[in-house]
Nanobody
Framework: QVQIVESGGGLVQPGGSLRLSCVAS????????MTWYRQAPGKQRELVAA???????NYTDSVKGRFTISRVNAKNTVYLQMNSLKPEDTAAYLC???????????WGQGTQVTVSS
């Protein structure tokens, strides 16, 4: 059974850092592309960062230089290191997984990030 579980969100002051984790189970993780999205109230879901099964990454422009996505296949885990956080980064952060053998995107429940003084 596929399960996607995010953790690491919380309340942080502007300029602070957080590291989000996403553990994916029930799939061949090394054959899975992982993506972090975020959704703020009243706004569309936005792709934040993605990493392919081979380790290639891409980021939305607003987080380049501040966020880093990485993966540890031995732990079935993808991370999102977020530095220099801004109030506009406040959102629910969701993790998705897409394998190369099943044409379906699996989603977690999300973790809330709030950047406020």
């Amino acid at each position: 059974q596929v399960q996607i579980v995010e953790s690491g969100g919380g309340l942080v002051q502007p300029g602070g850092s957080l590291r989000l984790s996403c553990v994916a189970s029930g799939m061949i993780f090394r054959r899975t592309a992982m993506t972090w999205y975020r959704q703020a109230p009243g706004k569309q879901r936005e792709l934040v960062a993605a990493i392919t099964s081979g380790g290639s990454t891409n980021y939305t422009d607003s987080v380049k230089g501040r966020f880093t996505i990485s993966r540890v296949n031995a732990k079935n885990t993808v991370y999102l290191q977020m530095n220099s956080l801004k109030p506009e980064d406040t959102a629910a952060y969701l993790c998705s997984a897409r394998t190369d053998y099943i044409p379906y995107e699996y989603w977690g429940q999300g973790t809330q990030v709030t950047v406020s003084s």
